[in-house]
């Protein structure tokens, strides 16, 4: 065996993806997962968040409950405390396993239902006597509803559930404030009648008494005591019409349907059909706005017709406030996951930042869709992770991006979300690979959970009404390990001596894409004899410089199907994918104060004003104490002249604008520099690829590089570059 060639072959594969030598194998067919994922084979055997339970009892605060939690509540009420309610206990657990197992397997229910069924399947192997305990057990269960597996189809009936919780509380409060206003302005009306000559009628005053008394009085000698000096109408003719108007729209109101809890005229499969059903719409909700506006003016008494007549007269849809809709239905769209590009949902930014009340979820059934790699194209999960932050960009708005595995985690997130005034956004990663390989994938929940172990899909919230920063709007959520580059675990295993042995392995980018069989080919299996110093865990490899890792090999730990564990080593393109995903995953943070660079730079120029106070240099410290404030106001006219000195061809930066954020040199710090005042320009364009130059013009913030023409000619990918290169040259 040629064992100087050994270590070769691991770096040939790593830099063109070809194996070769007899040391590295395909992973095609061998069914080989992360190995801190070996623990979960038996998922349906270990207590988690799911299956779920969608709540519907107005009392109910919560709009679901975890499976799990109920049973404990209903052990806590009925098995006795210590020895004597074990074996309770051991059943009830029983019975929530097989629950999970049916629900896994698709088995469709509300809990009663599926409590009865697997307690009579309990009951027929384990005697009928514990049957009827279990039942008796189920019928202290403190809710009811459907029962839900973490699906691909769960999201879609979780959020929904979620929006109509709001939607009937949104209803009820509204139905509470109609009834008081309709009741208010029936007691004017009233009050004015009995102060008319109308209202002192005999027949009027016999039916104002009441019956058993009625035979005792003289009604028509009452009525001309009474009724002498009485104005014919108490209520001015103008006024009792607008009453009467007013009381007339809010009783015949149809923005409601009080009767119709689903509320499905306000659900959507899609924005466009939201959008002309919302603008359709308007004139009645205006209406009836106005309707109430000019209620709670008359039954407070500040009904001023010199002031509102002409107000109320002008009054129309453009005149309808955020407050206004605030108290209306939301509209609910369920974009399908296979539906995101699809013209009628083009106009969903639009959507969301005009403000309408909607509420929208968008799901992303792929994370890693097979062009990305194919194409050398390494802007993995790129296009569905942006929609959030670039939602967040938009402002005003509430966004909610996590995995299916967590949504159960951030249910209070998501009810704040649809009771929030402002659009939301949910985006949801449903946890499916592709149905195309669903059968070798893992199960929904765990590839859930997988992306956003990785960082392929974190999770996060953006709450615009939160307040006046991203300290308060902006929050990473339940990620795990969130301050850290990657999740890290002890993973523990017996090594070839048999001996227990462990060590820190973080879960990264590179072990999800593992989970994938669609991306075999950027693995190659290493064998046990052929393991070497060469090779490094991913986490440690992203830490090297280049010329350090041009030495070594990443892998990532994986087990086969009989729990062994193996190194996988890891191609360049996938290397470079993780690399990327890692810098989404920084600014992420960086939203969220953790290595916020703003900070670190305020504190190095602090530093260097500070300095230079000591060495006397005042001039220079003015210089570099100055807020960005000056720049910021000349850069239109220096922006244009700019652009005008530079032709679409020529890569350039518009380096006076530049605030520093350091995104394009995390991408090449040998292409992209700072001069002296720590502004971004290009230090050597042969330093690294077109691509690399897009990239950077697509991160920066402020949109100032401009990647002008490639320069290669025979550099891969050209035509999809330039397509994307064009806004920015
Ligand atoms: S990405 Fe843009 S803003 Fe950030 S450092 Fe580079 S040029 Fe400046």
Known sequence: MDMQAKPQDLLIFHLTGRRSGDGLAAIDGLQLRPALLAPYRELAAMRHDFPLVLTEHPDDPEFVRSLSVLVDVVLQDVAPRGIAGERLRRHALQLEHAIRVAVDAATT??????????????????GETLEQVLE???????????????????????????????????????????????????????????????GRQPQSLRESLGGPHQAAFDFEALSRIVGKGVPRDELPPARRARLEHTLSALEQQTVYDFDDPAAEAYLFDNCAAAAAAFRERL??????????????????????????????????ARALTAVDLARFPDYMVCIPPDRNEAPENAGLMEMLSSGAPVKVLV????????????????????????????????????????????????????????????????SVFTGVASAAVAADSLPTYLTAAAAMQSRAFPAFSYDAAAGA??????????????DDDWSVETLSYCDAALQRASEPCAFTYADFVLCDPRHAAHFALVARARWNPQMLPVADWLTLDDSEAAQRVPYVLAVDQKDTLQRVIVDAKLMQATRRCLLLWHRLQEHGGVHDSHAERLLAREKAAWQATQQGQAAVAATAMAPAAPAAAATVAPTDAAAAAHSRDEAWIDTARCPSCNECQLINDRMFGYDERKQAFIKDLAAGTYRQLVEAAESCQVAIIHPGAPRDPKEPGLEELLVRAEPFR
């Open 109 to 126: 229910g509300t809990l009663a239902e599926l409590w009865d069924q697997a307690a009579a399947a309990i009951g027929a192997r384990d």
């Open 136 to 198: 008796h057990a189920g019928g202290a269960l403190p809710v009811d509803g459907q029962v839900l597996g973490c699906n691909p189809a769960m999201p879609a009936i979780l959020i929904t559930h979620a929006w109509r919780a709001a939607h009937r509380a949104k209803a009820r409060r509204f139905q509470g404030e109609l009834s008081r206003l309709v009741q208010k302005l029936s007691d004017i009306l009233r009050a004015a009648y009995s102060h008319s000559q109308a």
């Open 283 to 316: 004139p009645q909700i205006a209406a009836l706005a106005k309707a109430v506006a000019i209620a709670e003016l008359e039954v407070s008494g500040r009904y001023v017709e010199a002031e509102h007549d002409l107000f109320f007269e002008a009054f129309d």
């Open 469 to 482: 920063n991203w300290a308060a709007r902006f929050s990473l959520e339940n990620n795990p390990q969130s």
């Open 363 to 426: 799901q992303t059934s792929d994370l890693l869709e097979d062009a990305s790699i194919g194409s050398g194209h390494f802007a993995f999960g790129v296009r569905s992770a942006r929609l959030a932050t670039a939602a967040m960009g938009l402002g005003g708005m509430f966004v909610l991006q996590s995995a299916s595995s967590n949504l159960f985690a951030l249910r209070a997130r998501i009810a704040h979300g649809m009771a929030c005034r402002e659009p939301a956004l949910f």
